[in-house]
Nanobody, 129 residues
């Protein structure tokens, strides 16, 4: 069973940066799509970014393109989300999630369709203006 443990959330002022980490365990070899989604109070889920662990293809939501970067450290089964130029609207709970055999281009569909194979407990990001 896949287990995901996030870390790195916190509070920053607008324009600041944070780096989220997600360590995965319990899945066998083969392509896995790993990524992040967020949810703010009274808002729906938004798939923020994802990466295909095999091919390295990435997906970014339009709202974060140019500001967020997803990367993977395969040897440590860890995915990172570097978030720069943070805005108050980036605030929310950030979750790491995985789809076995998935495709990063389909990340929004996995997130909105609740078809993720596993997700972590989440880490809170608060950006003040």
């Amino acid at each position: 069973q896949v287990q995901l443990v996030e870390s790195g959330g916190g509070s920053v002022q607008a324009g600041g940066s944070l780096r989220l980490s997600c360590k995965a365990s319990g899945y066998t070899s083969g392509n896995v799509c790993m990524g992040w989604f967020r949810q703010a109070p009274a808002k729906g889920r938004e798939g923020v970014a994802a990466v295909d662990t095999g091919a390295g293809n990435t997906y970014y939501a339009d709202s974060v393109k140019g500001r967020f970067t997803i990367s993977i450290e395969s040897a440590e089964n860890t995915v990172y989300l570097q978030m720069n130029s943070l805005k108050p609207e980036d605030s929310g709970m950030y979750y790491c999630a995985v789809v076995r055999g998935g495709n990063s281009n389909s990340w929004p569909l996995y997130v909105e369709g609740h078809t993720l194979d596993a997700r972590g407990q989440g880490t809170l990001v608060t950006v003040s203006s």
